[in-house]
């Protein structure tokens, strides 16, 4: 029990004071879980997709699903053709790395490197036959997953809500990175 009034003062100020940083902390709480779930969402959310699209897409298509998307940049492609380095920025992996990778696709007959057809000194990567009939199976593959565990999740809606929002995000993002070269 207080005995006097300062004492009461003190305690009730120091209260105060509690009452204040307790609530300032929480709104410093509530903005970050505003700011880092959905964040950790889009990610745990990314991940276990691309997991289940990537085990679906080695089942039923006996195909990686990185293989996949080197297969679909490439069908994406004006002429069928990337050079290595359009090839490494697209993935976003080294151009050694890249190199490593195609290698293994070469090997199972999905890809070949030709003669780069404008300027006949570099190599282009192209699609072989047996690659553009495993890109079509795995397309198939792929479409379904994406369906199934990725637009049925969500509403219309949401669906345009998310569009436009990550479209956002990446033209922030593309401007930052095109500001840092500039500087």
């Given at each position: 029990?207080?005995?006097?009034?300062?004492?009461?003062?003190?305690?009730?100020?120091?209260?105060?004071?509690a009452t204040?940083?307790?609530?300032?902390?929480l709104?410093?709480v509530?903005?970050?879980?505003?700011?880092?779930?959905p964040?950790?969402?889009?990610?745990?959310?990314?991940?276990?997709v691309?997991?289940?699209?990537?085990?679906?897409?080695?089942?039923?298509?006996?195909?990686?699903?990185?293989?996949?998307?080197?297969?679909?940049?490439?069908?994406?492609s004006?002429?069928?053709?990337?050079?290595?380095?359009?090839?490494?920025?697209s993935?976003l992996?080294?151009?050694s790395?890249?190199t490593?990778?195609?290698?293994?696709?070469?090997?199972?007959?999905?890809v070949?490197?030709?003669?780069?057809?404008?300027?006949?000194?570099?190599?282009?990567?192209?699609?072989?036959?047996?690659?553009?009939?495993?890109?079509?199976?795995?397309?198939?593959?792929?479409?379904?997953?994406?369906q199934?565990?990725?637009?049925?999740?969500?509403?219309?809606e949401?669906?345009?809500?998310?569009?436009?929002?990550?479209?956002?995000?990446?033209?922030?993002?593309?401007?930052?990175?095109?500001?840092?070269?500039?500087?």
């Amino acid at each position: 029990m207080c005995c006097n009034y300062f004492e009461t003062q003190r305690y009730s100020g120091l209260l105060r004071l509690a009452t204040k940083m307790s609530s300032r902390y929480l709104c410093l709480v509530t903005a970050k879980e505003q700011v880092v779930g959905p964040w950790r969402a889009l990610l745990r959310a990314q991940k276990a997709v691309l997991d289940l699209l990537s085990r679906e897409m080695e089942v039923e298509a006996g195909l990686p699903l990185g293989w996949y998307e080197v297969l679909l940049h490439l069908q994406e492609s004006p002429d069928g053709r990337l050079r290595m380095h359009e090839l490494a920025d697209s993935l976003l992996l080294s151009r050694s790395a890249v190199t490593r990778f195609i290698d293994r696709m070469e090997t199972a007959d999905l890809v070949e490197r030709v003669q780069c057809s404008s300027d006949g000194r570099g190599l282009e990567l192209v699609m072989t036959a047996n690659g553009s009939q495993m890109f079509r199976k795995a397309g198939r593959v792929h479409l379904r997953g994406i369906q199934e565990h990725f637009a049925d999740r969500l509403t219309s809606e949401e669906s345009a809500v998310l569009e436009r929002a990550m479209a956002r995000v990446l033209e922030a993002a593309a401007a930052a990175s095109d500001a840092d070269r500039a500087a």
